[in-house]
């Protein structure tokens, strides 16, 4: 089983629709947990940590479930520009690399 | 504050030839990641390490592949003898510590002919 999972996609959306991922993660002693975003032929971007409470950052709202251990990411009132691959990322504690999903694919559809 | 600086951004070598990959971290950041990109597949992870340690290379292949990250100077990736299969992009990140959130370089796309 691979330490972080995603479904590949695509997620193909209108806009304005409200789309959500989920992640699962195999290690239970995992720490810390984000969202990144990568466009086409760019670097991964940070978008956001996820926290057990859950927390929210305009449209985005992350949340982690350790009991089942998977991560979700929630989009509201897509927008074109959020088209983009989406990765889930894991770390744990000490001098461990970050673990990334292979990534989400989701296109906004005018 | 720079951002985590990768050179050169595009790299053309020739099979048999050496490959140097550059990546200077952000300003207080002592962890450094490479992570290898094939075109439509996720990232790779290659080598993890802090300054003038390496912390886990486990994703490194044993031949042909190292790294390093002084004590002075930037991180480098190095590829001796490249063949066509290390095609790829070839992505920096830094951190403060491990297991933090990490920020990435724009990569360098390397090219064998």
């Known amino acids: 089983r691979k330490e972080v999972e995603q479904d590949p996609g695509p997620f193909n959306v209108p806009e304005g629709a409200t789309v959500a991922f989920n992640c699962t993660y195999s290690n239970s002693a995992s720490q810390s947990f984000f969202w990144y975003r990568q466009d086409c032929r760019k670097e991964p971007k940070l978008l956001m940590s996820?926290?057990?409470s859950g927390n929210e950052d305009g449209r985005f709202t992350a949340q982690l479930n350790r009991a089942s251990q998977y991560i979700s990411l929630l989009i509201r009132d897509s927008k074109l520009s959020d088209s983009a691959t989406y990765l889930c990322v894991v770390g744990h504690s000490g001098n461990t690399p970050l673990v990334f999903g292979k990534g989400t694919r989701l296109s906004v559809i005018a | 504050n720079a951002g985590v600086m990768q050179n050169p951004r595009h790299l053309v070598r020739r099979r048999g030839q050496e490959a140097r990959l550059r990546c200077s971290p952000m300003?207080?950041?002592?962890?450094v990641y490479w992570y290898r990109q094939l075109p439509e597949e996720g990232l790779k992870f290659m080598v993890y390490?802090?300054?003038?340690?390496?912390?886990?290379e486990s994703g490194m292949p044993k031949e042909r592949f190292s790294a390093e990250f002084p004590k002075e100077g930037p991180s480098i990736l190095r590829i001796q003898q490249v063949v066509r299969g290390d095609s790829a992009a070839y992505f920096c990140?830094?951190?403060?510590?491990?297991?933090?959130?990490?920020?990435f370089g724009q990569g360098t796309r390397l090219t064998v002919v």
């Open positions: 300003k207080g950041h002592s962890h």
């Open positions: 996820v926290y057990s």
């Open positions: 990140a830094s951190s403060t510590t491990g297991g933090v959130g990490a920020f």
């Open positions: 390490l802090q300054k003038e340690n390496i912390i886990d």
